[in-house]
């Protein structure tokens, strides 16, 4: 709640005298003492009276007002040793005087910035240190042991007591200093505050008359209600979907149409994120695809490790002589998040996924009417699988990213050393303002194993654009377009997004990381839009 002290000053509180060595071993210099009246912001000020004096010389007093709440002073410091008493007269509660020292020739010397000598009592065998002391008190005794100083405290019962100290156990000699704090029966209190009492202006009305003044309307730009609710996310999606994601597949584009709904929780007290959804797509060939998906994300404190746990639902009549088919998917993960510096972190992921299909195979000429997440001949010989990998991330700027990423992922009997397909991912991402640009390479390769006879290589680029903007701090607004080209066929995937969220100035607090780039940044541009006085700068 007070500004951070800078070099050669010092807080004095009440009932507190503040004493300076002064060491000024040359001619006589000037010194020159700030006294700054200090006041906690949620009470009012109050004069202040401070007085100071260098060694046994006169007391000089410093007058501080809430009007002029700081005076400088020049102290004349004659050569030699020194010490300079400051203390506050009749502080009230809550009172802070701030003292600052500062010397145009010789701060360093007057400062003390050199080697001091130190007094001790020398303890032998033959002469041990003995004092006399009136108890009830309590000694702090610092040893000097090779460099170091120990400190072991004693307590003196009441009435007069014989205090002998002897060189430690297997020394001939020991350096002791000796201090004492005994009880005070009177403790000097600081004078409360008084009570002021502020009379408002009364207008004169003569008798009779209106007074008619501006009624401003009052609007509440948060409502009460609804804050703890979470993030409703609406959405429309124009795809044009190729298999990019799984090799031996040369089924043409799906085109649809996706509507869907979303809804994220972050719940504090259990440190986690809840996400539920569903979507429907109206497919240009084939009956229309239901979908239902969950996730939960659990932020443990155990080594930074979290818990990701998926369920993704899939249902669709492909055509009307073929039934309701169906796909589950299933996935749970433990990431963990290791930072390396301020500006970079990498995240190992250890990941598990199965899936339960309805259907054995494609129904001859079905092809183009079963929906990719019903149905590929990859999801089918591939339902259940162990993914390993890694992810470092690296911001060179706050709106700059740098990723790369190397995955792992095994056949149906999990074994790590007989994979599937590795994939090595590298990108960039660049935020201006409210638009992020995202540029990604992606290399995959699929291992010679029992569903395939060669190995094969995969080599996408993709594209994206991301703007989102909090038009108020309850909704906003999300476009997006998604691009994936594999440079080897020429086939490429197009995804165009629209979306609006409904929050009570949540913002990005209920989406998991990773959801939105550059999370942090983009909520304190919409703080500063929407907030611009110091609300958004805390």
């Keep these: 709640m007070l500004e951070p002290l800078l070099d050669g000053e010092r807080l004095i509180y009440a009932g ?9 071993p040359s001619t006589p210099s000037t010194i020159t003492l700030t006294f700054k009246l200090e006041e906690l912001a949620y009470v009012d000020a109050r004069d202040l009276t401070a007085r100071y004096r260098v060694d046994g010389g006169e007391h000089h007093v410093v007058h501080l007002t809430p009007d002029q709440p700081s005076q400088r002073v020049q102290v004349r410091i004659p050569q030699g040793r ?36 130190r007094a001790y009592q020398v303890a032998t065998q033959d002469e041990p240190v003995e004092l006399a002391l009136e108890g009830p008190v309590w000694i702090r005794v610092d040893e000097a042991d090779d460099g170091q100083t120990r400190s072991r405290y004693l307590f003196v019962e009441p009435g007069w007591r014989e205090l002998q100290l002897v060189p430690r156990s297997g020394q001939q000699e020991s350096l002791y200093r000796l201090f004492y704090q005994q009880p005070v029966t009177e403790a000097k209190q600081s004078l409360p ?13 003569s008798q009779g008359s209106k007074l008619k003044l501006p009624v401003e309307p009052i609007e509440d730009y948060l409502p009460l209600s609804e804050q703890e609710d979470g993030t409703w996310s609406f959405y429309g999606r124009l795809a044009s979907r190729r298999n990019l994601d799984e090799d031996r597949d040369n089924t043409p584009s799906a085109l649809f149409v996706e509507l869907g709904v979303t809804h994220r929780l972050f719940q504090q007290a259990a440190d986690s994120y809840l996400e539920s959804g569903m979507l429907v797509r109206a497919r240009e060939t084939g009956g229309p695809t239901l979908g239902l998906d969950g996730r939960m994300r659990w932020q443990s404190d155990f080594r ?64 183009e009417s079963v929906d990719q997440d019903i149905f590929t001949r990859y999801k089918d010989d591939h339902q259940r699988g162990l993914k390993l990998g890694d992810t ?48 990604s390479y992606r290399w995959h390769h699929y291992f010679d194993d029992d569903d395939r006879s060669d190995d094969s290589n995969q080599h996408n680029l993709r594209l994206r654009l991301d703007w989102r903007r909090w038009s108020t701090p309850r909704h906003s607004w999300h476009v997006g377009l998604n691009l ?55």
């Design 16 to 24: 507190q005298r503040l004493g300076i060595a002064l060491h000024n």
């Design 82 to 117: 020194h010490l300079l008493r400051a203390e506050m007269l009749d502080p009230v509660q809550n009172q802070i005087l701030r003292l600052g020292l500062a010397n145009k020739n010789q701060l360093r010397e007057l400062n003390g910035d050199h080697v001091q000598e």
């Design 193 to 205: 505050r008084e009570k002021r009492h502020f009379q408002p202006n009364m207008i004169p009305v």
């Design 304 to 367: 930074a490790i979290t818990l990701d746990l998926q369920g993704d639902l899939f249902l669709q009549q492909p055509e009307s002589d073929i039934g309701v088919e169906g796909a589950l998917v299933l996935k749970a993960a433990l990431p963990q998040h290791r930072q390396l510096d301020a500006k970079s972190y990498h995240r190992p992921t250890l990941s598990l996924f199965q899936r339960w299909l309805s259907m054995d195979r494609m129904p001859e000429g079905s092809s």
């Design 392 to 439: 470092f991330t690296h911001y060179p700027w706050r709106d700059n990213r740098l990723r790369a990423s190397l995955f792992l992922t095994s056949n149906e009997a999990l074994n790590p050393f007989d994979p599937d397909h590795t994939d090595f991912t590298l990108g960039a991402d660049q935020l201006v303002r409210d638009l992020n640009l995202g540029l």
């Design 484 to 538: 994936d080209h594999e440079l080897d066929s020429g086939d490429t995937s197009v995804f165009i997004t629209l979306s609006n969220q409904r929050a009570n100035g949540r913002f990005y607090r209920d989406y998991r990381q990773g959801t939105v780039a550059f999370e942090s940044l983009r909520t304190r541009h919409e703080l500063e839009r929407h907030f611009p006085s110091s609300e958004a700068a805390q």
